[in-house]
């Protein structure tokens, strides 16, 4: 290959070189680009692109815009190789923010500047989904006023909202919790999250030949501090589950505070993954909610996939409310939608997580306690387990962490009264109490 040759044509300059291959006609084939300022200019792209040659990093010029590229290319690829909700989440990303304001942009001429001001901007006025909370707020307001107090249905139909919204901020509303205007900007997480996407969508690009480089390697999204989110205390744990001993779904309840499963996972066991003999249940199929559909999934990473030990009392739970599902089975005949699930309702339809997680903040509500997400009982588990003396690793593992260093990180506040209580335990262990010599101590 040829190293080429720069020339000026009018007031600008291009570069040409040979490519090693040849054309359909034998001929030798030639990369050139023009529009350079200066020789100078003209001379380092020359290199740069002799250089991409070499080591076969070199890609075709393409007018391909953003939008063709994310839209008609990379999410149909990439709907084969993840998972749903992740496939959901993405295309979201991908058709409300990257198109409406990058995807006229050519895709080869994306930057790390060009995506940083993109970032920058979505903090300023990125939102575009209405303020539920403040409409519905407002709606309520307006008819306590006229001397009405609104169901639920009737907030449905006046803001648009669905039946759990509505009957979630109903309960709020009457709680005296009154929502705050978002801002017109999103949340840092949220543009960190359409980085992310942005990024594996350009890994894509460069393994295709459409870039060189991903830009979005240099493009640093906003550092989002990570919130501590709450947990109950074990006192509050006992207390939810004391006063939901009569609810249809207390053994659900129960597994999710003895397990910390995530919502899909415990929505999605079927009985032949527990055993109640060894009292051990293997995850390894959740069900995801897709556009608000609720499906069948394999568990999010290998990690995931799991053997875990169930203790008795909650072993107890679960053989009572298969007696009760048995017993539903056998009164609804052939009505009854056999699907191996555990938790369903009385004619066997499976539980929707959406419902699972609405369910939990009646009860919790109708409890007195805290108000957390159903998440939170995840980590309300784990951060119980570290604090309980349980190894990290041990509790890394029930958990389906990807490794011990992710669950040290995420759960840190926990660890320093562990690490003086294991300094206390070992040197006792090892040493025994021991007066400490007069010679040793200060006068």
Known sequence: MKQGHVRKRGKTWYYQFRLPEKGPDGKPVFDSKGGFATEKEA????RDAIKAVEQNKRVKR??????EFFVDEWLPAIKM?????TYDNWQAFVHAYIVPRLGNSDLQQLTAPTLVKFYAQLLVDGRIKPDNNIRMYEYWTKQLRRGQEPTPR????????TIHAARSAVRRFKAGRIPKPKPAGLEKKTVRNIHITIHRALVDAVAWKYLTDNPADDAKPPRAA?????VWTPEQATQFMDSISFDRFYALFRLELTTGLRRAEICGIRWPSLDLDTGTLSVHEGRVVVAGRAQDAQVKTEDSARLIALDEETVTALRVWKLIQ?????????DFRDTD???????????HPDSIRERFKRLAAHAGLLEIRFYDLRHTYITASLMAGISPKVVSQRAGHADVAFTMKTYQH?????????????????LGRRETPATAQHP
């Not at 990570?226 to 709450?230: A, I, Q, V």
């Open 43 to 46: 001379w380092a792209a020359c």
């Open 62 to 67: 393409s007018k391909i815009t953003v939008r």
């Open 81 to 85: 190789v993840v998972d749903a909700t």
């Open 154 to 161: 009737q907030v449905v139909e006046a803001c648009g909202v």
């Open 226 to 230: 990570r919130s501590r989110r709450p």
């Open 326 to 334: 048995d017993t539903e089975r056998a009164l609804y005949g052939d």
């Open 341 to 351: 699930l555990v938790f369903t309702y009385e004619d066997g339809r499976p539980v």
């Open 414 to 430: 926990v660890l320093p009264g562990m690490d003086e209580d294991a300094a206390d335990r070992a040197a006792s262990y090892i």
